[in-house]
T-cell receptor
Framework: AQSVSQHNHHVILSEAASLELGCNYS??????LFWYVQYPGQHLQLLLK??????LVKGIKGFEAEFIKSKFSFNLRKPSVQWSDTAEYFC????????????FGSGTRLQVQP | GAGVSQSPSNKVTEKGKDVELRCDPI?????LYWYRQSLGQGLEFLIY????????KSGLPSDRFSAERTGGSVSTLTIQRTQQEDSAVYLC????????????FGAGTRLSVL
C-alpha cells in the first residue's frame, strides 16, 4: 500500500523567511501529487498539483513544488512566507488509475509570526 | 452550487445512536469520495462512488458504516451505533475525473460522540 510521509509536523517561521516542507511517498508507479492547504476554520483547498511534464510546478500564492522521481519526493517551497500563510499543509498522492483515492501525509502545521 | 456542500457542519450525538451525514457534490461531478480526519489517524479514505458503478467501500472501518449516493448526486454517510472512536471530521470530495482527478473538498461535518 502506498504511504506519504511529511517530515515536519510543526514549523514556526518569521515573516519573510523561506519555507520548505518535505514530502516523500512510497509508491513507485505512476502517481499524481498534490499539496492541499487548510487555513484555520476553512476547508481543504488545492495549492498545487503535479500530473506530468515539468517537475517544477507553481501553485497559488507564490508556492511551488518540485517532483524528484528518483527520491520519491515532492517538496513544497515558498521564498518568503507571510503571516497569512499560517495553515496546515497536506501532501497527497493518488494512483493514476482506478478509484484515484487520495493518500494523505499527516500534515504540517505552519505558524508564521509577524 | 459553487462548491461541495456538507451538512450538518457539527453533530453531537450519544454513544449508540445512529447518525446521517450529507454531501452535495459540485454539479456535474461524477465521482464522490468520503474521507475521515481524526487526531489519531490523520486523513483517511472511506468510500468512493463513480457514476452508477458499485461503490468502492474498501476504506470503511467497520460494518457500522455505510453510504449511498442517490441519482448520482447527493450522498449520505450513515454511522450506526456510534462509538466514541467515531468522533472525527468527515469530509466529502467530488471530482469530474479529469486527468489525476483534482478533488474539491467540502467544509466537513465535525462529529462528536459523547
Amino acid at each position: 500500500a502506498q504511504s506519504v510521509s511529511q517530515h515536519n509536523h510543526h514549523v514556526i517561521l518569521s515573516e519573510a523567511a523561506s519555507l520548505e516542507l518535505g514530502c516523500n511517498y512510497s509508491y513507485g508507479g505512476t502517481v499524481n501529487l498534490f499539496w492541499y492547504v487548510q487555513y484555520p476554520g476553512q476547508h481543504l483547498q488545492l495549492l498545487l498539483k503535479y500530473f506530468s511534464g515539468d517537475p517544477l510546478v507553481k501553485g497559488i500564492k507564490g508556492f511551488e513544488a518540485e517532483f524528484i522521481k528518483s527520491k520519491f519526493s515532492f517538496n513544497l517551497r515558498k521564498p518568503s512566507v507571510q503571516w497569512s500563510d499560517t495553515a496546515e499543509y497536506f501532501c497527497a498522492v493518488n494512483l493514476d488509475t482506478g478509484r484515484r483515492a487520495l493518500t494523505f501525509g499527516s500534515g504540517t502545521r505552519l505558524q508564521v509570526q509577524p | 452550487g459553487a462548491g461541495v456542500s456538507q451538512s450538518p457542519s457539527n453533530k453531537v450525538t450519544e454513544k449508540g445512536k445512529d447518525v446521517e451525514l450529507r454531501c452535495d457534490p459540485i454539479s456535474g461531478h461524477t465521482a464522490l469520495y468520503w474521507y475521515r480526519q481524526s487526531l489519531g489517524q490523520g486523513l483517511e479514505f472511506l468510500i468512493y462512488f463513480q457514476g452508477n458503478s458499485a461503490p468502492d467501500k474498501s476504506g470503511l472501518p467497520s460494518d457500522r458504516f455505510s453510504a449511498e449516493r442517490t441519482g448520482g448526486s447527493v450522498s449520505t454517510l450513515t454511522i450506526q451505533r456510534t462509538q466514541q472512536e467515531d468522533s472525527a471530521v468527515y469530509l466529502c470530495a467530488s471530482t469530474n475525473r479529469d486527468r489525476g482527478g483534482i478533488q474539491y473538498f467540502g467544509a466537513g461535518t465535525r462529529l462528536s460522540v459523547l
